[in-house]
Structures are given as structure tokens and as C-alpha cells.
T-cell receptor, first 115, second 114 residues
């Protein structure tokens, strides 16, 4: 069965420090992996995705994520955090097998960047 | 990316009534998805709606409670029927962006049932 785990409910970092938000997944086929961000009282915004190719993908707002097949991980990173990065982050996965277009969502990680 | 609008943005409804939420997309899309989200929590998929076919519901969701219409490639509605306070939530529609695979979301409808 497909699943996504975000092991940390909350991550706290100081402004200017690097940040990492963790995600691991389980699928039967090849994974399509996604990160979304939800700012307070706003809708979900797409950040970045891994479909195939280079394991390091770059997305919006200076975020990047590294696909690690052996560790089944897709951790979100940013070299220097901003207070405005404080939000709720969701990892999601889809299996490339068959015609199932449904995304499986993690429980979310609340990122707090302290000034 | 697709631009998605939802109506209403929020509503307060009485127990036992029904509310229909509209989702409009600025481009033609094959698949639309309806989700439910409690504030600060993860998303729960209610159903997938393809144009021209019956919606596919996830476990725990039934058509009598959450009827969905998909009359064309840019529009869908979700009705929350015979509401109870447990239906209070944020309802989101999303679309998949064709070959790019990612989903784009509407701003959500915040429903409160009293």
C-alpha cells in the first residue's frame, strides 16, 4: 500500500539557518513525489516535484528537495530560512503504476522560523 | 498552472440542511478532486470527478451524503447533504495539470455547521 510519512509534527529553525523538512514514502512502482506549502488561512501551493531525472529538484521560493531511492526519502531543504517561510508543509506521493492519479498525503509538518 | 475559484468562500449552515460548493477552473481539465481538511491537519480525499462519468468515492464517503456533479471540463460541484456539526471543515477542490502531474488547489470553502 502507498504511504507517506512526515516524522516531525513541527520544525523550529532560526532565521538564516538551513532548514530540512523530512519525508519518507512507500509505493509499489516508481514514485511521483511532491511538496506543497500552506500559509495561514490560505490555500495549498505547489512547491516542487520529482518525476524522473536529476535527484535534486529545485522549486519555488528557494526550496529544493533530494530524491533518495535507497532511503525512500524526499526531504525538503532550504539553505537559509526566512521568517516568511513559516507555514505548514505537506509531502505527497503518487504511484506511476496504472491509471491511479490519486495523491497520498503526509500529515504535514509545521515549520516555525524564529527571527 | 490552473486558476481555480470556489464559491462560497465560507458559510455557516444549520444542522440538517445542504450546501452546494462550486469549483470553477480557467482551463479544461480531465480530473478534478474534492478534499476535506480540518484546519492545521492533512487532506482527506473525498472523491475524484471525471467529466462524463460517475465520481469515484473514497472509503468512508458515499454519494448520498456528498453528491458530485461534473457537467463539463471546467466546472464541478460538491454538495454536503443533511449536514451535522461533524461536517464542519474546509472543503477543497483541485485539478491535475495534465502531463505535469501536480495538482492545483482552489482557495477552499470553510463550512461551519451549527
Amino acid at each position: 500500500a502507498q504511504s507517506v510519512a512526515q516524522p516531525e509534527d513541527q520544525v523550529n529553525v532560526a532565521e538564516g539557518n538551513p532548514l530540512t523538512v523530512k519525508c519518507t514514502y512507500s509505493v509499489s512502482g516508481n514514485p511521483y513525489l511532491f511538496w506543497y506549502v500552506q500559509y495561514p488561512n490560505r490555500g495549498l501551493q505547489f512547491l516542487l516535484k520529482y518525476i524522473t531525472g536529476d535527484n535534486l529538484v529545485k522549486g519555488s521560493y528557494g526550496f529544493e528537495a533530494e530524491f533518495n531511492k535507497s532511503q525512500t526519502s524526499f526531504h525538503l531543504k532550504k539553505p537559509s530560512a526566512l521568517v516568511s517561510d513559516s507555514a505548514l508543509y505537506f509531502c505527497a506521493v503518487r504511484d506511476d503504476a496504472g491509471n491511479n492519479r490519486k495523491l497520498i498525503w503526509g500529515l504535514g509538518t509545521s515549520l516555525a522560523v524564529n527571527p | 498552472s490552473a486558476v481555480i475559484s470556489q464559491k462560497p468562500s465560507r458559510d455557516i449552515c444549520q444542522r440538517g440542511t445542504s450546501l452546494t460548493i462550486q469549483c470553477q477552473v480557467d482551463s479544461q481539465v480531465t480530473m478534478m478532486f474534492w478534499y476535506r481538511q480540518q484546519p492545521g491537519q492533512s487532506l482527506t480525499l473525498i472523491a475524484t470527478a471525471n467529466q462524463g462519468s460517475e465520481a469515484t468515492y473514497e472509503s468512508g464517503f458515499v454519494i448520498d451524503k456528498f453528491p458530485i456533479s461534473r457537467p463539463n471540463l471546467t466546472f464541478s460541484t460538491l454538495t454536503v447533504s443533511n449536514m451535522s456539526p461533524e461536517d464542519s471543515s474546509i472543503y477543497l477542490c483541485s485539478v491535475e495539470s495534465g502531463k505535469a502531474y501536480e495538482q492545483y488547489f482552489g482557495p477552499g470553502t470553510r463550512l461551519t455547521v451549527t
